[in-house]
């Protein structure tokens, strides 16, 4: 039987191919219901909807359910992220995002961010400008220069602004994936993401 995040998952990679889906455990069901793809909860209602009409499909993700958090990580693992503000049925639209080769995006309480930047500071040679953790900021992507928390804020300075967020917002950030020296080597041997 599929978990919920298996589901979430498939039903967001059918979707990325146009596909129709009909899916379903005990709390979540996923159906395709007039050209679009639909994740339900049984006890929620919709939770997400895929616009399968446009190139590429955008998202539609009711904020404030159970899945939420999952939903987002979901997306950002396949470079969508959360545009605008809610409609009137508090969907928020997500779109495709470019996302620098050589990052991953994610979409965490703000809090796991905080500790990323706490493990990273604590071995990072303080020369330059840091590129292992971007993070989204006037349509674009910077580097986080220094990231403080106090009383449940988190202040991240990046070149040329500071950001506050409470550490159980949700924020879409990227890490700078580690190459392996087998993709130095062989170039050739791996297919281009």
Not at 171 to 181: F, G, M, R
Request: glycine fraction near 4%; charge should be positive; hydrophobic fraction near 40%.
């Amino acid at each position: 039987m599929l978990t919920n995040l298996d589901l979430m998952r498939t039903f967001v990679q059918s979707s990325l191919q146009n596909q129709d889906v009909l899916l379903a455990n005990p709390e979540l069901q996923a159906q395709t219901v007039c050209n679009n793809n639909q994740l339900t909860a049984k006890k929620e209602g919709v939770l997400a909807i895929a616009k399968l009409k446009e190139t590429p499909p955008h998202f539609l993700v009711k904020a404030g359910t159970s899945s939420w958090e999952w939903m987002n990580q979901v997306l950002a693992e396949h470079n969508f992220l959360l545009t605008g503000e809610a409609d009137k049925n508090s969907f928020y639209q997500f779109r495709t995002c470019q996302v620098p080769q050589g990052y991953r995006m994610h979409c965490t309480k703000s809090v796991i961010l905080w500790r990323a930047w706490w493990k990273y500071s604590r071995h990072a040679a303080q020369l330059g400008i840091p590129l292992d953790l971007l993070i989204r900021t006037r349509a674009s992507w910077y580097p986080i220069r220094d990231l403080v928390i106090s009383n449940g804020v988190l202040y991240i300075k990046t070149l040329g602004t500071e950001l506050q967020v409470h550490a159980d917002d949700l924020i879409t950030w990227l890490s700078k994936t580690k190459a392996t020296p087998q993709e130095f080597t062989q170039p050739s041997a791996r297919p281009a993401r």
